[in-house]
């Protein structure tokens, strides 16, 4: 199995799955009330055979009551992504996925999007409404707690 897919497996079978997260791709997507969260892991362009898998963490969040202006693939299916650091600043920028780090890494990854989602939880309503008004900052819908 390809780094990148066992990665994403154990991802998934360790903690998005157990807090209900459904998986298509390396794209995992919760329903709530209000609002869906989604995090994907974007494999960088440049990954090798023989090198570690690099990823980068997004995340996003979409509306059930929200039309889609032009709706798109991969991220750009959702009503707003940004990478995990713009809402998480101390998750890392990039991962380097290798055969001894990786159960490592699986915690660690596993453990920011926990965070991400309770921001969406807490400040979903401001999210909407700035998406609402068209007020980004960023190319990500207005919060004034990001900065």
Known sequence: ??????????????FMKPDGFKKKGRTFSLVREHFSEHYNLQGSAWNSSGSPWRFYVN???????LPFESPGSGMWAFHAHTRLTRIIPEARAEYDVTDLNLDELVIEVGETPRKCSAYFFRRHQVL???LVKKHYEFGFPYDPELK
């Not at 199995?1 to 360790?14: A, I, N, Q, V």
């Open 59 to 65: 995340c996003g969040i979409s509306f059930p009551d």
């Open 1 to 14: 199995m390809k780094p990148g897919d066992l990665f994403t497996s154990r991802l998934h079978e360790s």
């Open 128 to 130: 909407r409404d700035s």
